[in-house]
């Protein structure tokens, strides 16, 4: 039986008009007709097992397309709990609409059960928070929610809609507003000629490419860019696989705790040409100490304003365009120095020496060279917040954008899980991996169930060392010392099989890329449990605090 047009039918059609093909959420009272709705149209409604993991999937769903994941809750708790991955989504300029019920507007306004001003709990971390007045505020509302989370430079945005409005009958006639979409822009011919300018004079360029190269497509056009001129390119944690990392100008990824080899090429630089780059990627002090490189901004908006990032030339517009018509303009070819090449076959050297290491448990290098061993090209990996993303970040070689997912904004743990089943539900035809610690994974775990229920297939490996690993190496590295890090773990087989997944138990070194393989081909949910010796992280920093330049 088709439901009577009220508004909650009338949300619905405005999310099938803006392209939505999945809600993540938990429903609660005062939104059944919102959810009674969806289920008489083609957009799939995915029951979670706790908020903060729907607004994770709307985030990383939304990375991945572009298009503006949709998380729902109920009001009250329902919706404090999605302000994690809401937050975590605007800090990585990830477009998400996040909807939630609210309390009638016949006692919205006085002391009364669950009522919380929500959107002002949401205001400051989203782009847009607006509650929904009237039923015939709607289709403007989310047309705006739209617009707003996904135009440069994207995030997340809320609107709360009261359980009276939601109910309402909506006049006849009324009806979800047409989509526009923002076209290309050129860049301003006066800013390419003045960025070529500062170009001509250049001794030892370097390109640093983020995210907002990534979101704006333009990983050819960056490569054209690096080619014709002879530029070394480096990317952020959250811009890996933007530039391919078996590219002969690769510099590799910046963004560890220390003076990584990558930095030793913005050591040298003279000019630093960013493209896409985010502040909230990469503090620029760490590239840019001394405030004296001459920096050329290109992004589709302004710079943040920061005393470690002057820049001399903004250039917006669309990236590609941009990037063409800069490279047209600048008449000269740069000499790429042995000092890439030094970069580059340092990180290759580790990886070598990742691939060779038996001890177990096992080295995180190790880990890592398996990984990237038993994924392919095109294949996803997602990387928690933690020791894993440091090392994963730095050694796991990337070579498509969007293929290595880390939290650089916020740096959110427990996002990879949930994370996951969005990724196979954005790509199925590919493979998916989360790549966890154990504090990290227990976070979020709960929603190995909602893939399982789902049949959504994906793997985790969980990198067992039965504490916060990453605070941990903190501690050691600046106090010596270590405490209240440490903690107790469940049989990991034994969970991912209460759960109806698979369960895995590394026991030796060489179980792991065969076991990953087989996870990997099998069609449904997987935990691999791997116990990691973190020795190998006091090691690295060591290493990395008496490395010295120039190379």
Do not use: C
Not at 252 to 263: E, L, S
């Amino acid at each position: 039986m088709t439901p009577q047009a009220n508004a909650a039918r009338l949300i619905v059609q405005a999310l099938e008009a803006e392209g939505v093909e999945y809600v993540f959420g938990i429903p609660g009272e005062e939104n059944i007709h919102f959810v009674d709705a969806l289920n008489h149209s083609p957009i799939r409604y995915v029951l979670v097992r706790h908020e903060q993991a729907a607004a994770f999937m709307a985030e990383i769903y939304g990375r991945l397309t572009g298009k503006a994941g949709v998380a729902s809750a109920t009001l009250g708790p329902g919706a404090i709990n999605l302000q994690l991955g809401v937050a975590d989504a605007t800090t990585n300029s990830t477009p998400v609409v996040a909807i939630t019920a609210q309390v009638g507007l016949d006692r919205i306004y006085k002391e009364s059960h669950q009522v919380v001003d929500l959107v002002s709990l949401f205001r400051p971390i989203t782009k847009w928070a607006e509650l929904a007045p009237s039923p015939q505020a709607l289709p403007e509302l989310i047309r705006k929610a739209f617009k707003t989370a996904q135009t440069e430079r994207p995030g997340a945005v809320y609107l709360a809609i009261p359980e009276d409005v939601e109910s309402a009958p909506v006049p006849a006639g009324l009806r979800p507003l047409p989509v526009n979409v923002v076209r290309p822009q050129d860049p301003s011919p006066s800013q390419i000629a003045r960025a070529a300018d500062v170009l001509a004079t250049a001794r030892r360029p370097i390109v640093l490419a983020g995210h907002g190269a990534t979101r704006d497509r333009a990983s050819q056009a960056l490569v054209r860019f690096s080619e014709r001129l002879g530029l070394p390119v480096a990317t952020t944690f959250n811009g890996k696989g933007v530039f391919p990392d078996d590219h002969r100008h690769a510099l590799g990824a910046v963004g560890f705790m220390r003076h990584d080899y990558v930095n030793f090429g913005f050591d040298e630089a003279d000019v630093l040409i960013s493209v896409g780059y985010e502040l909230q990627e990469f503090d620029p002090v760490k590239i840019n100490p001394a405030r004296d490189k001459k920096i050329i901004h290109i992004h589709r908006f302004a710079a943040e304003v920061d005393d470690h990032y002057p820049v001399e030339v903004g250039v917006q517009g669309d990236i590609s365009r941009s990037l063409h018509a800069l490279g047209d303009a600048v008449h000269r070819r740069f000499e790429i120095n042995g000092t890439g090449e030094r970069i580059r076959r340092m990180v290759r050297e580790e990886l070598e020496q990742g691939r060779s290491e038996n001890g177990f448990p096992m080295s995180p290098r190790r880990v890592v060279a398996d990984i990237r061993e038993a994924m392919g090209r095109e294949d996803i990996v997602l990387a928690d917040t933690g020791a894993v993303k440091m090392w994963m970040a730095r050694m796991y070689p990337t070579y498509e954008p969007n293929t290595m997912l880390v939290s650089n904004g916020l740096s959110s743990m427990g996002f990879s899980v949930p994370g996951a089943l969005a990724a196979k539900l954005a790509f199925p035809r590919r493979r998916v991996l989360a790549a966890t610690g154990d504090g990290a994974f227990l976070m979020n775990s709960q929603e190995l169930e909602t893939a399982v229920r789902e049949r959504v297939p994906f793997v985790v490996l969980v990198w067992v060392d039965d504490a916060y690993g990453l605070i941990e190496w903190k501690m050691d590295l600046e106090l010596g010392r270590n405490s209240n890090v440490a903690f107790g773990n469940p049989d990991f087989v034994k969970y991912a099989e209460s759960f109806g997944a698979r369960g895995y138990r590394i026991t030796g070194a060489g179980e792991l890329l065969p076991t990953l393989r087989k996870a990997l081909a099998d069609d449904v949910v997987s935990v691999i449990a791997v116990p990691v010796d973190y020795s190998a992280n006091l090691e690295l920093t060591d290493k990395l605090g008496e490395l010295t330049g120039p190379f």
